[in-house]
Structures are given as structure tokens and as C-alpha cells.
């Protein structure tokens, strides 16, 4: 069933594990992430940029997920993945979507408060959750050098401020992921978390996860990210399955055989990533 996702993350929050957001933007996308789900029985996250909906078109990308949702036995939230307005959250809102992010992570505090207030004040009149972002988070390409760090990363007082005038039902931190490929291995702030997670009562999470290795996910999770989300571990995955079947058959004609082994590969990447985050089992 479609769910809206606070109460994903507060049983996530109870059991201590993290709830995979897995952004789509085509059929394949959605069927290889419910399969997953429902293979590894946990409730999930699809999620859709911008860029996604600007693609797919907002409708498609309701009811492509609404009716995943529907004929499925586990929970799924739809969510906007760093809405940059108010009127593109309603307009998700509008259609369907169980959850939006107001991403207002470029304003000052006060502003990044005063529109994820707005967002908020609807959002809670029709039961559809809001997740907000503290903090810069920007993708591989911007090189953070170790002088920037604190000044890019999120403020654990400012978080704190951040969480008790909006009660906002999720919080994106930057502490040093970023999103695409990564050059190197990325350096995580777990001492940034920690003060962060003592001082914050919403569910925190982690953006930019496809490039983290698996041991920095499950410490993050340990000191309490409840939300990961992944998107380039699927394009490359789904990118992968095209090249492979290509490969094999260069004739091939049959688009069905070429994004066939292509959901299959994003279905086993998500599987993996979903035990990785314990949130395997779950329902
Ligand atoms: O947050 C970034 C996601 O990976 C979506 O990327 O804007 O290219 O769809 P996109
Ligand atoms: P990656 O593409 O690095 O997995 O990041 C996804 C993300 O944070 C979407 O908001
Ligand atoms: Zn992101």
C-alpha cells in the first residue's frame, strides 16, 4: 500500500535500521525496486527528482508507483526527492505523492526554516510527510577541501534550532557525502553525526550513499541515519544490464530484452543494499 513515509522511519527509529530511497524515473526503475522489497519483505522509499518527473512527467510517475503500491503487501512511501519550491511540493502533493522534500538547503537558516514551515502547514493538513535539508550536500565534482568542511557541513546547533521550529519528519545533514561517482573514498564526519543525532529528534538522512562503503553506511546507521538514499548505484546498474545484453546478442531488436536484464541487475543492487541497511524483514 502507498504510505506516507514518517511512520516508515519512526519504526525504523524503534528497530534501528534505515529505510532504503531508491529514486526512479522509467517502469523498469519502479518493478525492480518493489520486486526487491517485496523479495527481502521491507517497506521502501521510491523517490523522484525533478529531473525525473521533468522526464517521466508527474502523472506517469504517480501512477506508475500508485499502482506498484496498490497491488503490493509492502509499504511504500512516494516521495519528491529536493523540491526547491513551495509550488512544485504542492503540485506533488496534488498528485499523489506521500511525501515530499523541500530542500531549501541554499537559503540562510531563518529562510530554510520559513519554507519548510510553509510546506509544513499543508503537508500536515493531509497527511503527507516532509523531509527538509540542513547543510550543503553538492555533488562528486565539487572538490570539499578539509577548510570548507565546516563551513559546508550541517551545524549541529543550527540542526537542533532547525528541528524544534519546524518538527519537520525528516533531516538531511551534510557530513561529507556527496552525490554520482565518487573519486576516492569519501571521508565522513561520524563525530559531526553523533552531536547531531544527541542534539536532533527527526530521523536523520544520508543523500549521496551510492559511493560509501558498506561499513561507513552501517556506522551511519549505527549512530542513527534512518534514511539512505541511493540513485547512481542504479543507473550504473541499469546501464550495466543494457551494455551486457547488447554484448551478448548485438542483433537484439527487442527492447524487452535489453531492460529485462537491466531491472534484474537493479534488482539484486537493491536486495544488497536493503540487508546492508536491516531493513530486511520488516514487514
Ligand atoms: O539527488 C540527486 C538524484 O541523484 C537525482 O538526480 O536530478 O539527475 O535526477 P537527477
Ligand atoms: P546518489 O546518486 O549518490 O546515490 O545520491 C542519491 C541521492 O541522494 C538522491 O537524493
Ligand atoms: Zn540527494
Given at each position: 500500500p502507498l504510505v506516507p513515509m514518517a511512520p516508515l522511519l519512526a519504526k525504523a527509529e524503534e528497530g534501528k535500521y534505515a529505510v532504503g530511497a531508491f529514486n526512479c524515473n522509467n517502469m523498469e526503475i519502479v518493478q525492480a525496486i518493489i520486486d526487491a522489497a517485496e523479495a527481502e519483505r521491507a517497506p521502501v522509499i521510491i523517490q523522484a527528482s525533478q529531473g525525473a518527473i521533468k522526464y517521466a512527467g508527474i502523472e506517469y510517475i504517480v501512477a506508475l508507483t500508485k499502482i506498484a503500491a496498490e497491488k503490493t503487501f509492502?509499504?511504500?512511501?512516494?516521495?519528491?526527492?529536493?523540491?526547491?519550491?513551495?509550488?512544485?511540493?504542492?503540485?506533488?502533493?496534488?498528485?499523489?505523492?506521500?511525501?515530499?522534500?523541500?530542500?531549501?538547503?541554499?537559503?540562510?537558516?531563518?529562510?530554510?526554516?520559513?519554507?519548510?514551515?510553509?510546506?509544513?502547514?499543508?503537508?500536515?493538513?493531509?497527511?503527507?510527510?516532509?523531509?527538509?535539508?540542513?547543510?550543503?550536500?553538492?555533488?562528486?565534482?565539487?572538490?570539499?577541501?578539509?577548510?570548507?568542511?565546516?563551513?559546508?557541513?550541517?551545524?549541529?546547533?543550527?540542526?537542533?534550532?532547525?528541528?524544534?521550529?519546524?518538527?519537520?519528519?525528516?533531516?538531511?545533514?551534510?557530513?561529507?557525502?556527496?552525490?554520482?561517482?565518487?573519486?576516492?573514498?569519501?571521508?565522513?564526519?561520524?563525530?559531526?553525526?553523533?552531536?547531531?543525532?544527541?542534539?536532533?529528534?527527526?530521523?536523520?538522512?544520508?543523500?549521496?550513499?551510492?559511493?560509501?562503503?558498506?561499513?561507513?553506511?552501517?556506522k551511519a546507521i549505527e549512530l542513527g541515519v534512518r534514511k539512505v538514499n541511493i540513485d547512481t548505484n542504479l543507473r550504473e546498474a541499469f546501464v550495466e544490464g543494457v551494455k551486457e545484453a547488447i554484448a551478448k546478442n548485438p542483433k537484439e531488436i527487442d527492447p524487452r530484452k535489453l531492460l529485462g536484464p537491466a531491472k534484474t541487475k537493479m534488482s539484486e543492487v537493491i536486495r544488497e543494499k536493503i540487508r546492508i541497511f536491516g531493513s530486511n524483514g520488516k514487514v
Open positions: 509492502v509499504p511504500v512511501a512516494l516521495h519528491l526527492d529536493h523540491g526547491t519550491s513551495f509550488d512544485q511540493c504542492m503540485q506533488c502533493i496534488r498528485s499523489g505523492f506521500s511525501s515530499v522534500m523541500i530542500d531549501g538547503s541554499k537559503y540562510a537558516l531563518e529562510e530554510n526554516i520559513a519554507i519548510t514551515n510553509r510546506v509544513l502547514a499543508v503537508a500536515r493538513a493531509v497527511g503527507v510527510s516532509v523531509e527538509a535539508e540542513l547543510g550543503k550536500i553538492g555533488g562528486t565534482e565539487d572538490d570539499i577541501h578539509v577548510d570548507e568542511r565546516d563551513a559546508l557541513f550541517t551545524d549541529p546547533n543550527d540542526a537542533k534550532r532547525f528541528v524544534e521550529e519546524t518538527g519537520v519528519d525528516a533531516l538531511a545533514i551534510a557530513i561529507g557525502t556527496a552525490h554520482g561517482q565518487y573519486k576516492g573514498r569519501p571521508e565522513l564526519d561520524f563525530e559531526r553525526l553523533k552531536k547531531i543525532k544527541s542534539l536532533v529528534d527527526a530521523p536523520i538522512v544520508l543523500h549521496g550513499s551510492s559511493g560509501v562503503p558498506e561499513e561507513d553506511i552501517r
